[in-house]
């Protein structure tokens, strides 16, 4: 069952939704999440990855082996600010990020969502807004779901796959969340996971997580 604005309100109230800050209103059945700091946008660093390899005597095209691969490690290594170079795919305008046709980047929500360690009776979804789709942007274009026990900032994968640039602002609208109950809290909690009380998007954690808690990655 999905959450009206008065339970999405009540939740809020009692803890059993965790939004910081607070939303400033809420929507019938939707919460708007917000972008943070412009200094927290990331694009990866292609060329940096085509040297190493190269270094590494690996020849050839920029291949990831996405199912292996350590995200912090990589992460830390070959993410950087999108630059300001307007040749660029995105680039960085003062306190504007903007996405040319192509282009692709990350970048958080300013806020921090989820639902507590223990006793979470909750589980969230991270959807576009549909006017914002219908110029090209795609937002979190995977994995929408936060399962219960998670607490952090949403790292979003943002896309252009329209004709226009698209310009995007530090506090601008960019998701909403959906909240649904589930029939029991879970055995498992997710506080071990990689992801787990991240603040950056190389999933930096706001704290370490409780001990002796089992999970998995996302």
Known sequence: MYL???DLQWAIQTGR???????????????DLHLDRIEEARVWDIQSYKTHNEE???DGPAELR???ISYKAVAKRYQIPPPEDPSATVFRRGREIVAKPHGFFL???REEVGTPVHGADLIAFIDGKST???AGLVVHMTAPTIHSSWTGKV???IANLGPFDLVLREGDVIAQLTVATIS???LKTMAAGVTFGQKTVAADPRHPPPQGQGAADD
């Open 4 to 6: 009206s604005d008065r």
């Open 17 to 31: 939704l965790i939004i910081e800050p607070k939303p400033d209103a809420i929507d019938p059945t939707s919460i």
């Open 56 to 58: 590494e005597g690996r």
């Open 66 to 68: 996405i199912a292996k």
């Open 107 to 109: 970048w958080q929500t």
């Open 132 to 134: 914002r789709a219908r």
């Open 155 to 157: 790292v979003l994968e």
């Open 184 to 186: 029991y809290p879970p």
